[in-house]
């Protein structure tokens, strides 16, 4: 029960001048549970990438296994059962008269429940995602940007998927909508196991959530660790048009002042911890 | 299946075709549609797609590319084609169940066929080798004389100018949609053909609230930079005849009196 890529190739405009090569012989498994968190420059094919996790995109060559299903296979409605998958800006999907009708939509198609039933699940996909219950009766285009990102990922969330995939889910949003967002996930990724994949341009967004961070870089797998390694090579991420969290670079430099003072911090929170002690023993 | 409509998509290159200057494009594609209409000789329909085929040869854009606008008039064409063979009156050819098939019906359903094609395949090329600006540009130099009647020339250049540009955004548009909703279990191949037209209510109404928030936003772009309509605007990139378009146009009328002669002798 994992998703296995296997030397994982796709192209876009096959044989036309615009041919382009997205991916390039990718092969990773990523195990069920994990919080993966996925950096790299606009145009490393981030995107294209995880659009092979539910069958969206065909491998020109390679496989992409999940859960045992070849995305290639017959069983595609199985696997966007599991396959969970938020876009970019999922709000621009947005099209029934209410927020409650939007978020059914999903579960409508790929379930037959009761009435009973899907109401139980669209009201527990509402709660995971803070979206309270006078919004539900609402037009979803009269709602604000954040909430409107909640309604859609709320849609997706709905049908219970095992593997979560969230392609820049916090562009647009400001931080306390960031923060919600982040807080919902990490709670659907304890109580129910689910895989969760993050695609992010915030090396702090990610460096928060992530256990294991893939970094592409022109198509291809650059770096495939965690957070603490991922962040220690500077250099390197900056070849790639990345960067380490901001609070990285702040160890950095205490460190040449205060002796011993660990560099390998990427969040807030480490920081002001590590910081305390040197506060409260000079 | 949206990836397949190609009239208004650019297929950049740097051709002969793709230098020659788009009023040279449109005057040579506009006569090449009004010959392939006035004439009923087989001969020059032949001779037509064979100039058609050999003027996407020289552009340099793939074949099969090119013919991929044929592809949402195949209907057409095949209706009309059935339409001849078996209901033009004439002699008889040959009889199928209680359908008789005639010797004329066929000859105007090859000619049928032929007209469609070439037409599609030329105004194809017209739009795959000029980038929408300067199609545009070419569109308003030419009809500007009509400005002396009072018809808004800028004003419907200028339109057509932004439906061609959002041609590939909204298709670009189209496509995420429609991955988003499958994502979410949407199913748009299933179904008669009245499930299927509902089916895409959930792609029509986002894109249809995208292409008025476009709008909108260009509007307001447009009027910040203080658009006025044609009045005393200058070009960035004056059209300009060159040696190209010399040899351009006389290869093309070389090639439709070639057309024409047939038509003449028989
Ligand atoms: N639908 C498409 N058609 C053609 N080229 C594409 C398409 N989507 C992405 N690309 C190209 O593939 C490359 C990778 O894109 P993408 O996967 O979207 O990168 P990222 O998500 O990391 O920004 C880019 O060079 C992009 O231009
Ligand atoms: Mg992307």
Request: net charge negative; charged share 35%; glycine share 2%.
């Given at each position: 029960m994992a998703i296995e890529i296997n030397n994982l190739s796709h192209i876009y405009?096959?044989?036309?001048?615009?041919?382009?090569?997205?991916?390039?012989?990718i092969t990773l498994t990523i195990q069920d549970g994990e919080k993966v968190g996925i950096i790299g420059h606009t145009g490393s094919g981030k995107s294209t990438l995880v659009q092979h996790l539910n069958g969206l995109l065909k491998p020109h060559s390679g496989s992409v296994t999940v859960n045992g299903i070849?995305?290639?296979?017959?069983?595609i409605k199985e696997l966007r059962k599991i396959v969970g998958m938020v876009f970019q800006?999922?709000?621009?999907?947005l099209f029934e008269e209410t927020v409650y009708k939007d978020i059914a939509f999903g579960l409508k198609k790929q379930y037959e429940f009761t009435q009973e039933e899907m109401d139980v699940r669209i009201r527990a996909a509402a709660l995971a995602m803070s979206i309270s219950d006078e919004l539900m009766e609402k037009s979803p285009f009269e709602l604000s940007g954040g909430q409107k990102r909640r309604v859609a990922i709320a849609g997706v969330l709905v049908t219970d998927p095992r593997i979560l995939v969230l392609d820049e889910?916090?562009?647009?949003?400001?931080p306390r909508g960031r923060d919600e967002l982040f807080q919902s996930l990490e709670e659907i990724n304890r109580t129910k196991n689910t895989t969760i994949i993050i695609v992010s341009h915030s090396m702090e967004e990610v460096a928060g959530f992530a256990n294991r961070i893939l970094v592409m870089n022109k198509g291809t797998v650059a770096m495939d660790t965690t957070p603490d390694k991922a962040f220690e090579d500077v250099d390197l991420l900056e070849s790639m048009g990345l960067s380490a969290p901001q609070v990285t670079y702040m160890a950095r430099a205490i460190s040449g002042v205060i002796k011993?003072?660990?560099?390998?911090i990427h969040t807030v929170e480490a920081m002001v911890k590590e910081l305390m002690k040197v506060v409260k023993h000079p | 299946m949206i990836g397949d409509i190609t009239l208004g998509q650019y297929y950049p290159g740097n051709s002969v075709v793709h230098k020659a200057d788009p009023r040279v494009k449109i005057i040579m594609s506009l006569l090449l549609m009004v010959i392939v209409f006035l004439t009923d000789n087989l001969l020059s329909l032949s001779l037509a797609l064979v100039f058609s085929i050999l003027a996407v040869y020289a552009s340099k854009v793939p074949l099969s590319y090119a013919f991929k606008g044929l592809k949402p008039v195949m209907i057409i064409i095949l209706f009309t084609v059935v339409l001849n063979v078996f209901f033009s009156d004439g002699t008889p050819w040959f009889t199928i169940w209680k359908l008789t098939v005639t010797y004329e019906g066929v000859m105007r359903a090859i000619r049928t066929a032929l007209r469609i094609t070439v037409l599609i395949t030329g105004s194809s090329l017209v739009t795959l080798t000029t980038t929408p600006l300067l199609l545009t540009d070419g569109i308003e130099k030419l009809l500007n004389p009509l400005k002396k009647i009072k018809v808004p020339v800028h004003e419907i250049a200028m339109m057509m100018s932004i439906a061609l540009r959002f041609i590939p955004v909204l298709m670009e548009e189209t496509q995420k949609i429609i991955k988003a909703q499958t994502a979410r279990g949407a199913d748009f191949d299933t179904g008669n053909i009245f499930q299927k037209a509902k089916s895409f209510i959930p792609v029509l109404v986002p894109l249809f609230i995208s292409a008025f928030r476009r709008a909108d936003d260009l509007a307001t772009a447009m009027e910040s930079r203080c658009y006025r309509g044609g009045e005393n605007r200058t070009r960035m990139k004056q059209l300009r005849m060159t040696k190209i378009d010399l040899v351009v146009s006389g290869v093309f009328v070389l090639g439709l009196i070639l057309m024409m002669i047939p038509d003449f002798l028989f």
């Open positions: 405009n096959k044989e036309t001048v615009m041919e382009k090569t997205a991916v390039h012989d070849d995305t290639k296979s017959k069983e800006y999922p709000e621009h999907q889910p916090t562009a647009g949003l400001d011993d003072f660990p560099t390998r | -």
